[in-house]
Nanobody
Framework: QVQFVESGGGLVQPGGSLRLSCVAS????????MGWYRQATGKQRELVAR???????NYADSVKGRFIISRDNAKNTVYLQMNSLKPEDTAVYYC?????????????WGQGTQVTVSS
């Protein structure tokens, strides 16, 4: 089993930035692909960014060019730098391993971190 602890969310104005962190309870190199998901109220959870062990990244079209995912295997931590935030980015953000192109690897989800973009 693995646990994820997300942090770094908050209230930010449109156009602002936030950096999210996710610490895993086990070596993320052994997990492999890692990703950030988000779930807005009334919507399904979606994958917004994925990173491989080699550092290759993929992004949802809605965040491409604004978000940057990175990882530090030595710290078992995955980051999400979010720039030029929009109100539609408001959601609870979670991290998880990624199986295949977008499926979460683990059934267990952390508590997530709330991101609210509003003036």
């Amino acid at each position: 089993q693995v646990q994820f602890v997300e942090s770094g969310g908050g209230l930010v104005q449109p156009g602002g930035s936030l950096r999210l962190s996710c610490v895993a309870s086990r070596n993320i190199f052994t997990i492999g692909n890692m990703g950030w998901y988000r779930q807005a109220t009334g919507k399904q959870r979606e994958l917004v960014a994925r990173i491989t062990n080699g550092g290759s990244t993929n992004y949802a079209d809605s965040v491409k060019g604004r978000f940057i995912i990175s990882r530090d295997n030595a710290k078992n931590t995955v980051y999400l730098q979010m720039n030029s935030l929009k109100p539609e980015d408001t959601a609870v953000y979670y991290c998880n391993g990624v199986r295949g192109s977008r499926a979460p690897m683990f059934d267990y989800w952390g508590q997530g971190t709330q991101v609210t973009v509003s003036s």
